[in-house]
């Protein structure tokens, strides 16, 4: 009997580390996918069926891509786009080089992944598509957008490419909002951000000194407001990926469901305030 079949980007750590194990434990034939070799290494010390895939790279999409369709004769059943990292800093201290860095990854490789899989799933005549947003896909807030704008751009081609499969409807494109996770994405921003952003050159030193750094660099285990554990946002993912009838936007969190609500129901002004807190 022919199991069905996943690719998700990401996997190192967080929800894509979650998703790839609770799918492989229902059945699923999981490729979990991670930039570095030795994360793929250690994730099929655990079982797992991995990949190396960095998707600011079209030659390692295409490998880990052929590397699944082997495996799978030529089919894949479903796709979660949920790789990415984030750059913290002001918009005011982004150079070009950054923007293009994150970009490379968060967007640029999610759809060219997204365009080579969808001919497959269009022959195969079904297949979901599932991209890993963020509340921060349609609320931004301070310091954080370099990763918003990735995310924002990300939900704009999602909605997009669901109008355009409209007359396929075997092939679904769904989106997951998720707020606070417990995930290692602050933890591994501080890197990128110690790369790109120069505190002591900017303007607003102080700000960065008083309100992102301490959050930054605060201790893991401090756990955020709100804060769920990456399974819920694979709960999600079972829903997208095996109801007959998935949801087109799934929100995870409460404050992703109560900013949802707030953008729909306030003015800008309002909305901007709420989203400073």
Known sequence: MTRNSILITGCSSGIGYDAAHTLHARGWQVFASCRSEADVERLRTEGLNSVCLDLASDESIDLALTHVLERTEGTLDAVFNNGAFAIPGLVEDIRRDALQDIFNTNLFGTVELTNRVLPIMRRQGHGRIVMCSSVLG?????????????????????DTLRLELRSEPAL????????????????????????????????????YKQLLIPRLYKPAEKKDRFELPPSAVTEKLIHAIEHPKPQPRYYVTVPTRLAGIFKRITSTRWFDYLCDR
Do not use: Q
């Open 172 to 207: 679904k494109v769904i989106l997951i909002e998720p707020g606070p996770i417990k995930t290692l994405i602050r933890e591994n921003s501080i890197p990128h951000f110690e790369r790109w952003i120069d505190v002591d050159a900017s303007a607003s030193r102080e700000r």
């Open 138 to 158: 349609f609320a931004a807030g301070p310091f954080r957008g370099a990763y918003t704008s990735t995310k924002y751009a990300l939900e704009g081609m999602t």
